[in-house]
């Protein structure tokens, strides 16, 4: 019976040191720098092709954080602000003058977390942001994103996540559930389910690198200046974009201030719609579905200020919450 509480008495402080050196890093400064390209592919009958360049410039700062500590009761409470401003330039190729556009992307998030105990997190995100193309940009129109979650561990092998999110990932504002969770079969591999964000399965190889299988949508929706081509104006309409990504994820520490992350995948059900500038039921001007295709994504990840030397004692395959949000930033802009 001693022996039995002795061991769960180490792994619990083994927990809280892995959890403490996470929030350490999640809330020091980062910043992101990624590229990613989706081959062009015909759509519909036409002869013309889509593809799309997309790069990104993303930083996290923070803003405030409580003082947290471990003892034998567990994690304090702790409670961390950030300011995470980002930019995305991409360039949406039709092979038409009249509709190659390049488009602008600018957020500025403030995002949130609050820990009570090793068991539980929660995460908030709000983000204002501005959804343009190249003219449009001059009189913009700000929209909103934001997502709530609630993250409980049950046990050293099992986790879940509730929440709610507002996403234009689908080509349109939607409110949906967050439901998922993570599921540990051993200290190699990982299942982690964040619908409707990914779902992503995890092969750890050593500390600095690990690789997995994903799943999960891509889209967006910008203001798009129609320029004579649907009618005789110049007038202003969305154009929404919606698909989802079949592929490969790998995750290389270069060290531990950088972190390369590249995405190979398959873009399937690929939805292109040109409506009328209003989120829900706008008139629709032009659809069209475009054949499946290469998509690649290469991101580097810099935080300058985590200590460059880790104790060795550190059982780094252990992810937390805070580490998974950390290499996937298209959950929660985390």
Excluded: C
Excluded at 73 to 82: S, V
Aim: charged residues 15%; without cysteine; proline residues 3%.
């Amino acid at each position: 019976m001693l022996k039995k509480y002795a061991f769960l008495l180490l792994s619990l402080m083994v927990a809280l040191h892995v959890l403490a050196q996470n929030l350490q890093m999640l809330t020091s400064p980062r910043f992101m720098l990624s590229y990613s390209h989706l081959g062009n592919q015909k759509y519909d009958s036409s002869t013309h092709t889509f593809g799309l360049g997309q790069s990104s410039l993303s930083l996290n700062l923070p803003l405030y954080h409580s003082n947290y500590a471990t003892s034998e009761y567990g994690l304090k409470r702790f409670l961390y602000l950030g300011f995470q401003p980002s930019f995305v330039l991409s360039s949406a190729n039709f092979e038409n003058t009249a509709l190659d556009r390049k488009l602008i992307n600018l957020s500025l998030g403030i995002n949130g977390i609050y820990t009570s105990g090793i068991k539980n997190m929660y995460l908030l995100s709000i983000r204002p942001m501005l959804n343009e193309d190249e003219y449009t940009i001059n009189n913009p129109t700000w929209r909103y994103n934001a997502s709530f979650l609630y993250s409980r561990m049950v046990n050293t092998k099992f986790k879940y996540r509730i929440g709610l999110t507002y996403t234009y990932l689908f080509g349109e504002g939607n409110l949906l559930p967050i439901v998922g969770g993570t599921y540990r079969f051993n200290q190699k591999n990982i299942l982690l389910v964040n619908l409707p964000y990914n779902i992503t399965y995890r092969h750890v190889f050593n500390s600095n690198l690990s690789a997995g299988l994903l799943l999960k949508p891509n889209g967006s929706m910008n203001r798009f200046m129609n320029r004579n081509y649907f009618d005789s104006s110049y007038n202003t309409v969305l154009f929404r974009r919606s698909s989802y990504l079949l592929g490969a994820n790998v995750i290389y520490k270069i060290s531990p201030k950088f972190r390369l992350m590249a995405d190979l995948a398959i873009s399937s059900k690929q939805q292109l719609r040109f409506t009328q500038d209003a989120e829900q039921g706008g008139k629709s001007y032009y659809e069209a579905t475009v054949k499946p295709t290469i998509y690649l994504s290469i991101k580097l990840l810099w935080m300058p200020f985590v200590a460059s030397k880790s104790k060795k004692n550190i059982n780094t395959e252990k992810e937390n919450d805070a580490e998974e949000y950390l290499n996937d930033d298209n959950f929660l802009s985390f």
